[in-house]
């Protein structure tokens, strides 16, 4: 099977499932890939530029979609007692650059001893957690993504 193209989440009819693939995130940010399906298939993702594949997005096959389903993997949940000890937190976790997952009260990051010292060290508490990584899209992921609306154009009449 070959995938051409990336049907955001939401935007594909769940009925056209015909298979799906799980994978971590080290591997959701790609180009170009053979994936290898929960039923045992192929699917070569080919594609002009590299993309950040979500939980839920599909991908256009001849016989349908294969949806991806984000991996869980080891993280940990970071939490704090007061809010400005969590965005404290969140500083220094952005200050090295790791990619973070923002939850409403809560930080995902991978599972990292030495971070998870560094944390407590700064008042907040680890929970290790088994659970999909799906971080902010940062500077780290590969370049911003400008969203062109009709509106911007110049040429009004």
């Known amino acids: 099977m070959r995938a051409e193209t990336i049907l955001p989440a939401g935007s594909w009819d ?8 799980m994978i971590d995130y080290d591997r959701r940010f790609r180009r170009r890939i053979v994936l290898t399906t929960v039923l045992g298939a192929e699917v070569l993702i080919d594609l002009p530029q590299a993309v950040r594949l979500r939980d839920g997005d599909g991908l256009s096959v001849s016989t349908g979609v294969v949806r991806i389903c984000a991996q869980a993997e080891d993280l940990m949940e970071i939490h704090a007692h007061e809010d400005g000890e969590l965005v ?10 790791l990619p973070v997952q923002l939850l409403d009260d809560r930080i995902r990051i991978r599972a990292d001893h030495v971070i998870g010292e560094m944390v407590e060290g700064l008042g907040g508490h680890v929970d ?6 799906d971080p902010e899209a940062g500077a780290y992921s590969g370049g911003g993504h400008h969203h062109h609306h009709d509106d911007d154009d110049d040429h009004h009449h």
Do not use: M, S, Y
């Open 128 to 133: 290790l957690i088994q659970a999909p990584f």
């Open 14 to 21: 769940v009925a056209r499932e015909v298979d799906r693939v």
């Open 88 to 97: 404290r937190i969140a500083w220094h976790l952005g200050n090295r650059h």
